[in-house]
């Protein structure tokens, strides 16, 4: 069992930057996939980037180039760096982890059995 607690999440306008945060209840190096999925208003949970416990990661191609997923694990924390926000990445963020996850279901919110609470995040034009 693993408890996630993220953090981070505000508003601001198009075009800036946040870093939300994830915090385990337990060492970040012994979790092998945690991944940062996203859920706005009236549409499906997606999945935004996964690392795994060797550092390798996948993004969304929505967006590839412009979010960054990285753990630091003295500070036992998982991260997501966003830059250049536009308002069609306003959501609820979550922090999920696993044991195991395929690699072909990475991004499949149903194959992570650990959540936070999410954390908002909103971007205004």
């Known amino acids: 069992q693993v408890q996630l607690v993220e953090s981070g999440g505000d508003s601001v306008l198009s075009g800036g930057s946040l870093r939300l945060s994830c915090a385990p209840s337990?060492?970040?190096?012994?979790?092998?996939?945690m991944a940062w999925f996203r859920q706005a208003p009236g549409k499906e949970r997606e999945g935004v980037a996964t690392i795994d416990s060797g550092g390798r990661t996948q993004y969304a191609a929505s967006v590839e180039g412009r979010f960054t997923i990285s753990k630091e694990n003295a500070k036992n924390t998982l991260y997501l760096q966003m830059n250049n926000l536009s308002p069609a990445d306003t959501a609820m963020y979550y922090c999920a982890a696993d044991s195991w996850v395929a690699y072909s279901l990475r991004f499949a919110s149903h194959a992570y059995a650990h959540w936070g609470q999410g954390t908002q995040v909103t971007v205004s034009s």
């Open positions: 337990r060492d970040i190096a012994s979790i092998m996939y």
